[in-house]
């Protein structure tokens, strides 16, 4: 490779009336920058004020040369993102983020603003998206090979530029070193504007002759197209004429001595898609280098304060924190405020820093706004040094006709998207609740994840929905990929439902987008739904898949209550299915292993709340008496032998807990389950089913001593060669329970509970008395009555059997 040529910079000139070159620099005005960086960008701007060039290239994608000019509309808010896609496919997509202080932003707008020319010189989306599989193999094999820092290049190692010049500065922190060499400038300091962009330019001239493409092959070929596109522009505007603001690595390779000839031979044969190219909203967390953005940085709220900042950038930060943290009710004053500042100059002067840094700032508002605490600075990196910035774009920017829609939906419904997540709750009663839960399931449908159910507080009826929204800019891509199905969001939705009604395998799929179907409110693409879910009903014979599909009818039935939707249909499936789970359920309950049995269990207990949901009577007579064909079912199970001891287990307890089952036959049942005949580890897993898991089997135990003194028994009678095995199972069973009613277990076991249920007349509890004292207890009911507005007459008598002290005891 040739070597690269030192770039020519000139002193501060005047721009030229009309935009002219400044005077006595010859070639092009090459600004190598860091992407992101304000120190970057407030030297590009000085720089482009000092120099006046009639034309500006810009390190991007040239189809984006369209769009240019919406940066400056008034609605055009940083950070945003060029989107380009394959119209083929989608969801093969690239962005290039621009922040308020990223350099390339800077040379936009100032280019806007003096109506200068500005143009893209990167390679073109329609090839960089064509590489794309090719690239993630590349990439996959350098990192199977390893990365160095430093050391390599030549080899084909990737290195990073910053880290090898900060460790020849001595320095172990390539950010750290950064800020002190660029970022700490102080903005008004009189030099040469162009001098910075000399001294990188040199330095990575010699990067690049020590360490060649640095293990970045592909910068090759965008180099040569740069070339070729910096050819064109000199030759159009004037050797002189022209700026190039661009990473700063590739500055050699635009100074090298090659030919148009053999950059065009770079190029030759290079894949090519059709591609298309929007603006789209960014967010300062999608900046971010821990989100997997390559270019990303560690800080980029930090790096947007000190860009924004027109003077002393460590009070105006401080300042922010303090009123974060007073946001979050801490304790935080204007004193507290001086004494960080103090403490993070100290801090910059003992560290030999220019100024005092996010690492010095950070420590400062720990020692003193934290009372040396870090878990106040996990919410401000959070909030602060990253941020939840979202920028935002201007209606007139292309977008696929779906995003349109889904633009209109989101004002008509008054759901902004926002990068920081918030939690909404929906009254479905309310028609623009409504109409928000089913915007929501569509687009859940379609696979674009804005908005997740979750567990609200409250009401737990059908009426009400809870959401956590959070809108990420990877959301555009599966918008732009969802457009495939449909122009709107209603259209795309049942378009999807039906597709996936017809490639189903699975009935509890075709369940699941049943229940998906009523949730979206998508008449059109239920009945072909219904027709798949009726023909999968009938060939599928499997009873765990049939219990499997139950619940999501029944809780769709519920739904079509709430959403006013017709149901009939689906009624008349799920008390079929119903019927042939009653039929099926106990053979396929019989010879079962423990792993089995566990899986059945979940299935049984499905289906027992699935049946409860569904309504009596289901226009065919068929759902009045389900309910009793389904205890007879359990009480089949409790009862059969070759059942598994945690299925039997378990259907008595559904029995018990329905009022199906009598207390005396519930105690016969465990009696014959803990007897001495039975294996020790059958009867645990009997237990486990009964009284395991969060269905307060505690409790039970707690208020039926009966039961707990038949299991007390049973437990000690273990032989001590079975009890290890046993152990495991009820461990599992009793730590599910409240530390509440293990605690009052481990009482009522210490006292010793009552034989065939007796309770002996000694304290429950620790200052409880021995029994009830009714007359005591009676001895409130007036007092009950008159606040209850239903005081009943008090007889004399009833006034002279308790004595004031009893009254008021």
């Not at 509309?73 to 093969?92: F, I, K, N, S, T």
């Not at 002067?349 to 996010?358: N, S």
């Not at 979202?390 to 349109?404: F, S």
Request: with cysteine; hydrophobic share 45%.
């Amino acid at each position: 490779m040739t070597a690269p040529t030192p770039v020519r910079t000139a002193p501060r000139a005047a721009p030229r009336d009309g935009g002219g070159p400044a005077a006595g620099r010859r070639g092009p005005l090459l600004l190598g920058v860091r992407h992101h960086g304000p120190g970057s960008a407030r030297a590009v701007r000085a720089a482009l004020d000092a120099a006046g060039p009639r034309a500006v290239l810009i390190e991007g994608p040239p189809e984006g040369d369209a769009l240019v000019a919406l940066a400056g509309d008034e609605a055009m808010r940083p950070p945003v993102a060029l989107l380009a896609h394959a119209v083929d496919d989608p969801g093969r997509a690239a962005f290039w983020p621009l922040a308020e202080f990223s350099p390339e932003w800077v040379a936009i707008r100032w280019a806007l603003a003096h109506a200068v020319p500005v143009r893209f010189i990167d390679l073109p989306a329609a090839n960089s998206l064509a590489q794309a599989a090719e690239a993630e193999g590349a990439e996959a094999e350098e990192k199977a090979d390893g990365e160095v820092e430093g050391k390599g290049g030549a080899d084909g190692l990737r290195i990073d530029p910053l880290a090898v010049l900060a460790e020849a500065a001595g320095y172990d922190d390539p950010e750290r070193w950064w800020e002190d060499v660029v970022e700490h400038r102080e903005p008004g300091r009189a030099e040469d504007p162009l001098a910075p962009f000399e001294a990188v330019a040199e330095a990575m001239g010699a990067l690049r002759e020590e360490y060649g493409t640095g293990g970045h092959q592909r910068d090759l070929v965008r180099e040569a197209h740069m070339r070729i596109q910096l050819r064109a522009a000199r030759k159009e505007f004037g050797d002189e004429a022209v700026a190039v603001v661009c990473g700063a690595w590739h500055v050699p390779a635009l100074t090298a001595k090659t030919t148009l000839a053999a950059d065009r031979a770079l190029l030759k044969g290079l894949p090519k898609v059709k591609a298309e190219l929007t603006w789209v909203p960014w967010t300062h967390r999608r900046l971010a280098r821990h989100s997997g953005y390559g270019a990303g940085i560690d800080s980029p709220g930090w790096y947007g304060h000190l860009f924004a900042a027109p003077d002393r950038p460590v009070e105006r930060w401080l300042t922010k924190v303090a009123g974060l943290l007073r946001e979050e009710d801490r304790t935080v004053s204007s004193a507290h405020v001086i004494e960080a500042v103090r403490l993070a100059e100290t801090l910059a002067a003992v560290r030999g820093r220019p100024l005092a840094g996010l690492g010095e700032t950070m420590d400062a508002v720990r020692a003193v706004m934290c009372e040396g605490s870090d878990v106040p600075l996990g919410l401000i990196r959070d909030r602060l040094v990253v941020g939840d910035v979202l920028g935002e774009v201007p209606d007139t920017a292309p977008a696929v006709p779906l995003q349109r829609d889904l633009t209109r939906l989101q004002k008509s419904l008054r759901l902004k998207p926002e990068a920081l997540e918030r939690q909404v709750d929906l009254d479905l009663r309310k028609e623009t609740d409504t109409a928000r839960s089913r915007l929501l399931h569509r687009l859940r449908l379609l696979g674009i994840g804005w908005g997740e159910p979750a567990a609200g507080r409250g009401s737990t009826g059908t009426f009400r929905e809870t959401w956590r929204l959070r809108w990420e800019p990877e959301l555009y891509v599966r918008v732009a990929e969802a457009g495939v199905w449909g122009t709107t969001v209603l259209s795309a939705a049942t378009a999807r439902a039906e597709s996936g009604a017809v490639s189903a395998t699975a009935l509890a799929e075709v369940t699941a987008l049943a229940e998906r179907c009523l949730l979206a409110d998508l008449p059109d693409a239920l009945p072909l739904v219904m027709r798949a879910l009726a023909d999968r009903a009938a060939l599928d014979t499997d009873v765990a898949h049939l219990a499997q599909a139950l619940p999501a009818l029944a809780r769709s039935l519920r739904y079509g209550d709430v959403r006013s939707t017709g149901t009939a249909a689906l009624g008349d499936v799920a008390a079929g299915l119903a019927e042939r789970i009653c039929v099926g359920l106990p053979p396929a309950c019989a010879g079962l292993d423990a792993d089995g049995a566990a899986g059945m269990r979940k299935h049984l207990d499905s289906v027992h709340t699935a049946i409860g949901l569904l309504p009596e009577n289901n226009g065919h007579g068929q759902g009045a008496g389900l309910a009793g064909r389904w205890a007879g079912v359990l009480r089949t199970l409790a009862e059969r032998d070759t059942v598994a001891g945690e299925i039997r287990g378990r259907a008595a307890r559904l029995l018990l807990d329905d009022g199906r089952l009598a207390e005396d036959d519930a105690a016969r049942f465990m009696g014959l389950a803990l007897s001495p005949g039975t294996p020790p580890i059958d009867a645990a897993a009997w237990i486990e089913g009964f009284v395991g898991g969060a269905s307060g089997g505690g409790l039970l135990l707690v208020h039926d001593e009966r039961l707990l003194g038949l299991m007390d028994r049973w437990l000690t009678g273990v032989p001590p060669g079975s009890f290890t095995d046993v152990l495991p199972l009820l461990r599992r069973t009793f730590s599910a329970y409240e530390p509440g009613v293990r605690r009052t277990l481990g009482e009522l076991v210490r006292r010793g509970p009552g034989a065939g249920g007796a309770v002996e007349e000694e304290a429950a509890a620790p200052g409880f008395g021995p029994g009830l004292d009714e007359a005591r207890a009676d001895a409130v009911l007036p007092v009950l009555h008159l606040l209850l507005g239903s005081a009943p007459e008090i007889g004399p008598a009833q006034h002279h059997d308790r004595s004031p002290t009893e009254v008021t005891e």
